[in-house]
DNA sequence: GTCTATATTCAGATAGAC
DNA sequence: GTCTATCTGAATATAGAC
């Protein structure tokens, strides 16, 4: 009988998956039709309810995925002896996706999705309050290495990740230029949180 | 013959306003029926498209009325010759709204349009070109007087701008605490622009 | 009320692994 | 040769703008 090709059905979820951010990315869940999701990966309507059974489920996989991926680097980041060192790996990841021109349609899609779906408004906030933990932590190690910043742990924390989401936001501007504004974003990190971060380390995004 | 009352047409007309901002702001423009509004709103739907012609033009309605109203402050706080006193007259204007649990769901729903519907993406745009400029003129005003924000004044101007922007994204957090929120607000808008805001103007939001 | 759009289903066709 | 993964496209039923 014939068996599942692991290998061959990751690489087809994967195009599913890439054409569905494009079109929720522009037009949001509600705005985009299975159908556009279907002609834009080149499959018929039948096989994308084979490998998704709902349209939602396909919006949930894409930020699942990525969810976990910083899942890892949270707790490997948290291990870390050198808060410094991991401090500045986080907000590698944090940051990673700023050239990603899909990100703030991704990132309104889902502030819309949050507020009328519960399981999906559990997976952010739950990854969400782990960031914010994670980052506490780091400061506060930090902060018996005397580093103050303007804020305490947690509210700088808050503030933070609370910037970092600007960021991914302004990349709808006109004029933007992701490097010039990855430069400017470190500068306004250091400040938050009194700690010197390294030039970014190369090695590219992630998705 | 029967006469438009003019007071009874805008009462009703704001009625359905702020129908409609309820259902955007917790359903986005595509995930909101025409149907939830009429029912929130009290109406039947033929008196809905009476008022509006089309589900967008109600949404870009909600929109006009407030960056109207934004445009007459800019200019005022231009016209201002203390220029300290003109950016806190704007800073107060761009923050007004920041416990109106409302906003991120429109700022979300808001951003997805945009990328759809050029006319929208068109007023939105001019505003935000608008209140760049009035802010980057009014820290030009200040460097004269002393004042060296850490970045020059475009830029500046353009992460104070993209900082208010995520606090009001940042309201969905829950513990979520407006007063406190604000007041850390203008710590950092006070380091981005190197003056110091004075306590907001009592007197409340306008919305 | 009308008329269109669209999520999901289903009956079947093809083809690779055993 | 059989069994199942994979895929298709028409059919359905429902919702929603106007």
Redesign the interface.
């Known amino acids: 009988m014939r068996t599942v090709n692991p290998e061959q059905h990751a690489r087809k979820r994967a195009r599913i998956l890439a054409a569905a951010a494009e079109e929720f ?7 985009t039709s299975t159908a556009r999701i279907c002609r834009r990966a080149g499959i018929g309507s039948g096989t994308l309810f084979h490998y998704f059974p709902t349209k939602k489920a396909i919006f949930h996989a894409l930020f699942a995925d990525d969810l976990a991926r910083t899942a890892e680097i949270r707790d490997r980041a948290l291990a870390m002896p050198d808060p410094e060192e991991g401090f500045a790996l986080l907000f590698d990841r944090l940051t990673a996706d700023l050239d990603d021109p899909q990100a ?2 991704l ?3 889902a ?2 999705q ?3 779906d519960v399981k999906f408004a559990g997976l952010l ?1 739950d990854d ?1 309050a782990r960031t914010l933990a994670a980052l506490t932590t780091l400061l506060e190690r930090l902060a018996t290495k005397g580093r103050t910043p ?2 305490p742990p947690p ?1 700088a924390a ?2 933070l990740v ?2 970092i ?3 991914y ?2 990349a ?2 006109d004029g933007y230029d992701p490097a010039a504004h990855a430069a ?1 974003l470190r ?2 990190a250091a ?2 949180t009194a700690t010197p971060l390294p030039p970014p380390s190369r090695g590219g995004g992630h998705r």
């Open positions: 990315a522009a037009n949001g869940v509600d705005g703030p349609g990132i309104a899609a502030l819309i949050a507020s009328r906030g969400e303007p804020f509210r808050r503030w609370t910037v989401d600007a960021a936001l302004a709808t501007d400017e500068h306004v400040w938050l």
